[in-house]
Nanobody, 126 residues
Framework: QVQLVESGGGLVQAGGSLRLSCAASGSTFSGYTMGWFRQAPGKEREFVAAITWRDGGRYYADSVEGQGQFTISRDNAKNTVYLQMNSLKPDDTAVYFC?????????????????WGQGTQVTVSS
């Protein structure tokens, strides 16, 4: 069973950048689709980005894709997935979660992932 640990969150001013990391341990990383989600206070958890195993296909929420603000990537040799976040805004403030599911499919719904990290807080000040 894969375990996930996120890191890289923190406090940043609007317009700044952060890179989140999600390290997987406990089992092979291969064959897993990896996703990033976020949850702001009082709001539901929402999809941010996902990356598949087989072809490294990347998928983004509409709220971040058009701006090219976030980039998801993975280093399979290091069992780590990343979320590069640029031009951050106060609305990006949330707890960011890494998620995994052993599948080759693109999945974007939280209910489709069965392994979750504990989350890392990202706070963007204005």
């Amino acid at each position: 069973q894969v375990q996930l640990v996120e890191s890289g969150g923190g406090l940043v001013q609007a317009g700044g950048s952060l890179r989140l990391s999600c390290a997987a341990s406990g089992s092979t990383f291969s064959g897993y689709t990896m996703g990033w989600f976020r949850q702001a206070p009082g709001k539901e958890r929402e999809f941010v980005a996902a990356i598949t195993w087989r072809d490294g296909g990347r998928y983004y929420a509409d709220s971040v894709e058009g701006q090219g603000q976030f980039t998801i990537s993975r280093d399979n040799a290091k069992n780590t997935v990343y979320l590069q976040m640029n031009s951050l805004k106060p609305d990006d403030t949330a707890v960011y979660f890494c998620a995994a599911r052993r599948t080759l499919a693109r999945i974007t719904a939280a209910s489709e992932y069965d392994i979750w990290g504990q989350g890392t807080q990202v706070t963007v000040s204005s």
